[in-house]
């Protein structure tokens, strides 16, 4: 697939980001250069993927969710397909997946997160307040309490990448963020849409990010805390 005014941007190719041998989804990348050109074929792939799953490994449980036999799913959560819940992956109390979304080997998906049109990479952690939503998550990435992704823009127009002064038109009116493996995303953070996080970065908390920060960074926010005593304020 060629995206609408691409110049290669090697950096934020799925090789440069992704080890694609880490999901279930693998096939999905092979023949595209950037991660997000997958999100509008994950709800297909499913489906298709489906039908050949193990039944000695994975259960059908409903409308096309299918759930490893190894997995931990909370009573309280409510899964809508299409649905891969991979081996010794666990769903915890009051997850909310809403369909398209594939959740990785030994990946967890905590209290109250939310997903919707996803791949969970192997590994990732998302246990407490998440929203990941159009979006692609390495493996072994982390986002931390409460930490979300943004994926429409307030205008309503398409989503770019911002990587310096270019843009990469996505042609997507929903994409959240694209965290390379191994990624720490700190709490309270937004991914702005259009995020790219590379490799082994990590976000410190209640960090606002846009466009791209490369592999092996750390992405800091500059907020200069003000404190004064009390006894400063009385009149």
Same mark, same amino acid.
């Given at each position: 697939?060629? &995206? @609408?005014?691409?110049?290669?941007?090697r950096?934020?190719?799925?090789?440069?980001?992704?080890?694609?041998?880490?999901?279930? $989804?693998?096939?999905?990348f092979?023949?595209?250069?950037?991660?997000?050109? &997958?999100?509008?074929?994950?709800? @297909?792939?499913?489906?298709? !993927?489906?039908?050949?799953?193990? #039944? $000695? !490994?994975?259960?059908?449980v409903?409308? =096309?969710?299918?759930?490893?036999?190894?997995?931990?799913?909370?009573?309280?959560?409510s +899964?809508?397909?299409?649905?891969?819940?991979?081996?010794?992956?666990?769903? !915890?109390?009051?997850?909310?997946?809403?369909?398209?979304?594939?959740?990785?080997?030994?990946?967890?998906?905590?209290?109250?997160?939310?997903?919707?049109?996803?791949?969970?990479?192997?590994?990732v952690?998302?246990p407490?307040? =998440?929203?990941?939503?159009?979006? +692609?998550l390495?493996?072994? $990435?982390?986002?931390?309490?409460?930490s979300?992704?943004? =994926? &429409?823009?307030?205008?309503?127009?398409? &989503?770019?990448?911002?990587?310096? !002064?270019?843009?990469l038109?996505? /042609?997507?009116?929903?994409?959240?963020a694209?965290? /390379?493996?191994?990624?720490?995303? /700190?709490?309270?953070?937004?991914?702005? *849409?259009?995020?790219?996080?590379?490799?082994?970065?990590? +976000?410190?908390?209640?960090?606002?990010v846009?466009?791209?920060?490369?592999?092996?960074? +750390?992405?800091k926010? =500059?907020?200069?805390? #003000?404190?004064v *005593? @009390?006894?400063?304020?009385?009149?």
């Amino acid at each position: 697939m060629k &995206v @609408k005014g691409d110049s290669r941007i090697r950096s934020i190719e799925t090789e440069q980001l992704l080890d694609t041998k880490h999901t279930i $989804a693998m096939k999905l990348f092979t023949e595209v250069e950037y991660p997000f050109e &997958v999100l509008s074929e994950i709800g @297909k792939y499913i489906l298709e !993927r489906g039908k050949d799953l193990p #039944s $000695a !490994r994975f259960t059908k449980v409903g409308e =096309n969710v299918w759930i490893a036999k190894s997995a931990k799913v909370a009573n309280t959560a409510s +899964i809508t397909g299409p649905c891969i819940i991979d081996e010794d992956a666990e769903v !915890r109390h009051c997850a909310f997946i809403r369909g398209n979304v594939i959740v990785g080997k030994r990946a967890v998906v905590g209290n109250s997160t939310e997903l919707k049109n996803s791949i969970l990479f192997d590994e990732v952690q998302v246990p407490h307040y =998440n929203y990941v939503g159009d979006s +692609i998550l390495g493996y072994k $990435a982390h986002m931390g309490a409460g930490s979300i992704t943004s =994926n &429409v823009k307030s205008d309503k127009t398409l &989503v770019e990448i911002r990587y310096g !002064r270019q843009r990469l038109a996505t /042609g997507l009116k929903k994409f959240g963020a694209i965290l /390379g493996d191994l990624c720490e995303i /700190g709490c309270g953070t937004i991914l702005n *849409p259009g995020s790219v996080v590379g490799k082994d970065s990590t +976000i410190y908390p209640l960090s606002s990010v846009r466009g791209y920060v490369p592999n092996k960074s +750390i992405y800091k926010t =500059n907020i200069s805390a #003000s404190i004064v *005593p @009390k006894t400063d304020l009385e009149d």
